[in-house]
């Protein structure tokens, strides 16, 4: 069975950093992406960012691009969230998730291509 594990929340000021990352374990995930995304009160999960776990491919929502970094370790099985110049707005739960289907050649990055979710990990930013 898919479990991911989301770690490294927690509060951080304006302009300050963070690392989530996300443990996943339960199958081979060499031909899968994995993502990032959040979701913040009275707001629908939103896509923060995506990688493809075999080959060096990624892709960033336009308001984190630039600031936060989705890097994977394969021999770990662990993917990252590297957050800098965090803002405000960046206040939300944020779930890692695997892909439903083995990725192709654009990184998938809606909520519908992924399939197995952690349980989430609180980032809040102080102003």
């Known amino acids: 069975q898919v479990q991911l594990v989301e770690s490294g929340g927690g509060l951080a000021q304006a302009g300050g950093s963070l690392r989530l990352s996300c443990g996943a374990s339960g199958r081979s995930f060499s031909s899968y992406a994995m993502g990032w995304f959040r979701q913040a009160p009275g707001k629908e999960r939103e896509f923060v960012a995506a990688?493809?776990?075999?080959?060096?491919?990624?892709a960033y929502a336009d308001s984190v691009k630039g600031r936060f970094t989705i890097s994977r370790d394969n021999a770990k099985n662990t993917v990252y969230l590297q957050m800098n110049s965090l803002k405000p707005e960046d206040t939300a739960v944020y779930y890692c998730?695997?892909?439903?289907?083995?990725?192709?050649?654009?990184?998938?990055?809606?909520?519908?291509?992924?399939?197995?979710w952690g349980q989430g990990t609180q980032v809040t930013v102080s102003s």
């Open positions: 998730a695997t892909s439903r289907d083995r990725a192709g050649p654009v990184v998938p990055s809606t909520i519908y291509d992924y399939n197995y």
């Open positions: 990688i493809r776990w075999s080959v060096n491919s990624t």
